[in-house]
């Protein structure tokens, strides 16, 4: 009897995210549906953790849902010598990872 391994996923395998259907969102705005969508968060999570190990399609879908204005990066602290590096795929979904976390129903690792 072989058990089915369960695939893992990539980024072309998490529909409803990959490609991005629409405009990227605001920080707060994909704050926002990671604590509405558990599905979603738990999807992004995946995605987050593809791209932090550099997986080319994975960066590219989070920069297509995610984009931090200037605004926002500046209210959180950040100074404006690096806004262009928290806009970047990793730096800026680091700023959601444990919100989409949390929203997913994981626990912190």
């Known amino acids: 009897?072989?058990?089915?391994?369960?695939?893992?996923?990539?980024?072309?395998?998490?529909?409803g995210i990959c490609p991005n259907p629409g405009a990227p969102f605001s920080l707060w705005e994909l704050i926002e549906k990671l604590q509405a969508e558990k599905g979603f968060a738990a999807?992004?999570?995946?995605?987050?953790?593809?791209?932090?190990?550099?997986?080319?399609?994975?960066?590219?879908?989070?920069?297509?849902?995610?984009?931090p204005s200037a605004r926002e990066l500046t209210d959180l602290g950040i100074p404006a010598s690096q806004l262009d590096s928290f806009r970047k795929c990793t730096e800026s979904g680091v700023l959601v990872a444990a919100i989409a976390e949390q929203a997913a129903g994981r626990s912190p690792k």
């Open 43 to 67: 999807d992004f999570m995946d995605l987050l953790k593809l791209a932090n190990n550099n997986e080319k399609g994975a960066i590219d879908c989070v920069n297509s849902l995610l984009e």
């Open 1 to 15: 009897m072989s058990e089915k391994k369960k695939e893992k996923p990539t980024a072309t395998t998490l529909p």
